[in-house]
């Protein structure tokens, strides 16, 4: 028994999380109480979205009959998506069954900050960012497995290929998706001189995808109700000025909060990078990009969100109240911009291999998050949308960490290091919520 707790505790403590944060919160909150609400032949209500308002016609097909019939599943099935992410993550990244890096991974599952998948109501974001997520990473085991020219059962195809479909009914998931099967395939017909019909397949079904989102009237029909709503003067922006207000959300979402994903990120590459006795500079610098994602937070920099959410009132103007030539707003930018050249530099510089195409696919990888996040900017929803789209950009960040990790060979102490520095992370970022709602907690005490 005590053995078997020692090689699982890591996924006995996601299902516990993940039991924990689908039972607590209440699945029909935001947009759920619209689809739950919604009357009438399922397949006409989802012509009229299609045609309205979105090409996300599976998910929610899938969304209206769980709350319409059993909202209670919705707990079930998102407990379950949680854990699938965490095991298709160590299927990808841990070849070695390490219980180490399973506690890793383990600790980064809780590190994420789950309530961003509240902004829309729990069961409407969590269905179309986390399920998608989940289903997205799940559809990759059978893709790495060929690439490593590993044997697999075929009967995961009956899984993996509707996991594929349904994650990709997401845009950010389809986009992500797409570019990642266009390097696995190109790799794989450079490795072996032939295509894979399973790799082939897998991209031809996300190109489908992509096909109907960019051809459904009601992405296009959506947009001008969004600039009316939520950025009457979107418009108003050129090119670059989109360009900047992306870069300047999406590092928000990492620099200007807490970002405890982030933070454990830098610290694990600047442990790995000493580890890896780099030259002095290399390793100053990481050090500097982990202390940057401490102290940044708490220095208002990327104060743009929280402008807009002040002045974004009906009827009233955004771009007049954001202050857009502000020194902070140009030094976020520049923060900005630093964060990503240097990660890249740092993460080609971590990877020992002399394969050049694993050595520019983990850089390659990094970016592809960030530009998840970063292609919001073409979108009115820009900043409604909220911290619930950064989802995919947070976890490529966390698949990051078994790369980056498996540079060195680690000792029992390395290890005990590193576990011993995500936890007093977890610690930090608990004692900074109770701090933040402490006046919440206190009124449930019964204190002033």
């Known amino acids: 028994m005590k053995e078997f707790l020692k090689k699982h505790l890591p996924l006995i403590i996601v299902i516990i999380f993940a039991i924990t944060v689908s039972t607590i919160f209440n699945p029909l909150t935001g947009d759920a109480l619209v689809f739950s609400n919604l009357k009438g032949d399922i397949f006409t209500l ?47 990244l841990n070849r070695k069954d390490d219980l180490f890096i399973k506690y890793v991974l383990a600790i980064f599952m809780l590190l994420y900050t789950y309530l961003d998948m509240s902004s829309a109501g729990w069961s409407a974001t969590t269905v179309n960012y986390l399920w998608t997520l989940s289903l997205g990473v799940f559809s990759l085991i059978l893709i790495v497995n060929i690439l490593r020219g590993e044997t697999y059962n075929k009967k995961i195809l009956i899984l993996t290929i509707p996991s594929l479909i349904i994650s990709t009914n997401q845009e950010q998931c389809a986009a992500l998706l797409f570019g990642f099967l266009c390097l696995f395939n190109l790799y794989y017909f450079i490795k072996n001189k032939k295509l894979n019909i399973v790799l082939i397949t897998y991209l031809l079904i996300t190109i489908l995808s992509l096909v109907v989102i960019l051809i459904c009237p009601g992405n296009f029909n959506r947009v001008d109700n969004e600039i009316y709503t939520w950025f009457k003067d979107y418009k108003e ?21 807490c970002n405890y994903v982030f933070m454990g990120f830098y610290m694990i590459l600047s442990y790995i ?32 969100n929280n402008l807009y959410k002040l002045y974004h009132i009906e009827g009233d103007l955004v771009l007049p109240n954001l202050h857009l030539e502000a020194l902070s ?30 050595k520019l696919f983990i850089p390659i990888m990094f970016l592809a998050g960030i530009i998840s996040r970063f292609i919001l900017g073409f979108s009115p929803t820009l900043y409604a949308s909220s911290y619930r789209t950064g989802i995919f950009m947070n976890f490529i960040i966390i698949m990051l960490v078994p790369i980056v990790i498996s540079m060195v060979k680690l000792n029992n102490k390395d290890k005990r290091n590193i576990l011993i520095g995500l936890i007093s992370l977890f610690i930090f970022k608990w004692i900074l919520l109770v701090w933040s709602y402490r006046s919440k907690i206190l009124g449930i005490l019964g204190g002033k």
């Open 46 to 92: 989802l012509k009229s979205r299609w045609n309205g308002t979105t090409s996300r016609v599976i998910l929610e097909f899938i969304l209206i009959n769980i709350l319409r019939n059993i909202p209670f599943l919705w707990r079930i099935i998102n407990a379950f998506m949680i854990v699938l992410l965490y095991k298709s993550m160590n299927k990808i």
């Open 237 to 257: 922006l050129g090119l670059f000025d989109k360009l900047l207000l992306s870069l300047n959300n999406t590092f928000d979402m990492l620099l200007g909060r």
């Open 273 to 304: 990078l000493y580890k890896l006795k780099k030259d002095k500079k290399i390793v100053f610098t990481s050090i500097m990009l982990t202390i940057g994602t401490i102290v940044i937070p708490f220095m208002n920099i990327f104060r743009i």
């Open 329 to 358: 707003y140009k030094a976020s930018i520049l923060l900005s911009v630093g964060y990503i050249l240097l990660t890249v530099i740092l993460l080609y510089i971590v990877v020992k291999s002399k394969d050049k195409w694993i």
